[in-house]
Each structure stands twice: as structure tokens, then as C-alpha cells.
């Protein structure tokens, strides 16, 4: 059964970014949706909320947040997760999301997403902390592949079983980036149509896609630059194979004029269409 928690495919949107603002609602871009760093909003008044609000009310938007902390030792941050869902009700988000990761411990904030050892403990310790979040929200949260550049030993489990494991038994979706899957693939050696064959697709209600730095002996996910093509072509599989889902283009550094980052995010239709025609 698709279940897709009967969010719709919103086509193929962008990252919102403050050096965006005016142009977006002065102009009014042809552009399917936004997604928004929710921090950037939870924390604040004014000024911030006032420009989300003007944007909100002419297009489709989504969340996605980096402290959520879903991983940590450290107790759900309810006053966090009410104050997403206030976020939430707010600019009428599609979902919200966040990163199969910890930020922080001890009530302290890294403000990096660190990865997890992928047992079967932190397996049931995550499953539970997601449903907490989710009663707190009153709804399901989208939970995002990391980027990762080392492993731990004690793992007992690939990233994509311990991801799949965790959606179908907490009852949450998935945000597939398929850059992350690239670049943790290179920096691993591993397969990432491997990644790709253990997804519950049904589960999957957004793909990201991104820029990243080759250092040569590694993958950075910088998120400075335009998407490489196996990354493209990375993506058009996933999609084909999930029947569609909302594609984002993430775009954080070096942050160029509105109209170059919109003509990158729409590489992702071509890319799609490139391998629908494959297909058939």
C-alpha cells in the first residue's frame, strides 16, 4: 500500500534563504514550493516571521529542522517540538522534518549532525523518542539520511536497514537526499543503488538534492554549488522508483542570485523525465 501520510507531491521546489526574501515576493517566481529551516523561525519575532508569512500565503512550504536531536541520550526537548508544531499550524506546512542524527548531549547544542552507531539498541531507543515526537505533533515527522564520513564499529546494521526499520516501526517517513547517499557511498565505498534497493519507498515523501566538495579523498555535502550528474542521475532512479515524490534543491554557501538557484532546481525535472524516458 502507498501510504505517503497523504501529503501531496509538491513538484520541485527550493531551499527559502534570507538573500531571497525580497526577490521572492516582489517577484513572485514561478517556483511548485519552499522549504524552510525551521530554527530560523522558532526562535524569533518580527522581522523573520513577517517576511514567512508573506511567503507562506502565496506558496506551498515545508519544514526542516537541524536540533531536533532525535538520536541524543539527552530527554525530548518537548518545549522544541511544540513550538515546531506552533511553526507548523502557522504557515500551514506540508510536514516537517528533520535528520537521523544527535546534535547535542547534556543539554548542549553541537549545531552539527552527528551520526549514530546503527544497532539494534539505538534502533529501539530512536523508534521510541520518534513516537514521542510525533504524539507531541500530533502528526508523522519525515526523518532524513545523513551525510557521513566515518562509521563506528560497533554497528551492527547498514544506515538503509536501520532507516527502513525505523519508519516502519515507528510509523514515521522519509526524507531521501540523495546527495547524502552519494557522498556517503564515496566516502565508504559502498553501492548507493544499493541504498537505494533497501528504501520502503512508500515512506519516502521528499527527495533533497545538493552540491558537493571532492577533496579528493572524500566527499564534503557543502551544499556551495550545483548537482554533479551521477547525483542527478541518482535521483531519477529514486524517484522512479518511489512514483514521485516533492523533489528540493538545498543550496546553503556561496549562495547565487535567485534565478541561477531556480534554473539548477529545475535540472531535477529534466533529470526525472530523462529517466522516465529510459524506462519506457
Not at 539498541?121 to 532524513?144: C, N, S, W
Not at 565508504?188 to 521528499?206: E, I, K, N, S
Not at 566538495?213 to 524517484?239: F, K, N, Q, S
Request: proline content about 5%; hydrophobic content about 40%.
Amino acid at each position: 500500500m502507498n501510504r505517503r501520510f497523504d501529503v501531496p507531491n509538491l513538484g520541485v521546489g527550493i531551499g527559502l534563504r534570507t538573500v531571497h526574501y525580497r526577490h521572492v515576493v516582489d517577484e513572485r517566481p514561478a517556483i511548485d514550493w519552499f522549504e524552510i529551516l525551521s530554527d530560523n523561525y522558532m526562535h524569533t519575532a518580527g522581522r523573520p516571521l513577517e517576511w514567512l508569512d508573506a511567503i507562506a500565503s502565496s506558496y506551498r512550504v515545508a519544514m526542516h529542522g537541524v536540533s531536533l536531536n532525535i538520536g541524543s541520550s539527552d530527554p525530548i526537548d518537548r518545549g522544541y517540538v511544540k513550538k515546531l508544531r506552533a511553526l507548523r499550524d502557522r504557515v500551514r506546512a506540508a510536514w516537517v522534518s528533520d535528520h537521523l542524527c544527535w546534535t547535542g548531549v547534556g543539554g548542549r547544542n553541537t549545531h552539527d549532525l552527528l551520526p549514530l552507531p546503527y544497532t539494534e539498541e539505538t534502533l529501539r531507543h530512536t523508534i521510541a523518542r520518534v513516537r514521542e515526537v510525533e504524539d507531541l505533533l500530533g502528526g508523522p515527522i519525515a526523518l532524513e539520511n545523513p551525510s557521513t564520513y566515518l562509521e563506528y564499529e560497533a554497528s551492527t546494521m547498514r544506515e538503509c536497514d536501520f532507516l527502513r526499520a525505523l519508519a516502519e516501526e515507528a510509523d514515521c517517513a522519509i526524507l531521501l537526499d540523495v546527495n547524502n547517499v552519494y557522498v556517503s557511498a564515496t566516502n565508504h565505498g559502498t553501492d548507493p543503488r544499493a541504498y537505494l534497493d533497501a528504501m520502503p519507498w512508500d515512506r519516502v515523501v521528499q527527495f533533497h538534492v545538493a552540491g558537493h566538495t571532492d577533496c579528493g579523498t572524500h566527499l564534503l555535502d557543502t551544499h556551495d554549488g550545483r548537482v554533479i550528474e551521477p547525483v542527478w542521475e541518482l535521483l531519477g532512479e529514486a524517484y522512479a522508483r518511489a512514483g514521485g515524490a516533492s523533489v528540493l534543491l538545498e543550496w546553503d554557501a556561496r549562495i547565487p542570485p535567485f534565478a541561477e538557484v531556480h534554473a539548477e532546481a529545475l535540472l531535477a525535472k529534466d533529470a526525472i523525465e530523462k529517466r522516465m524516458r529510459v524506462a519506457s
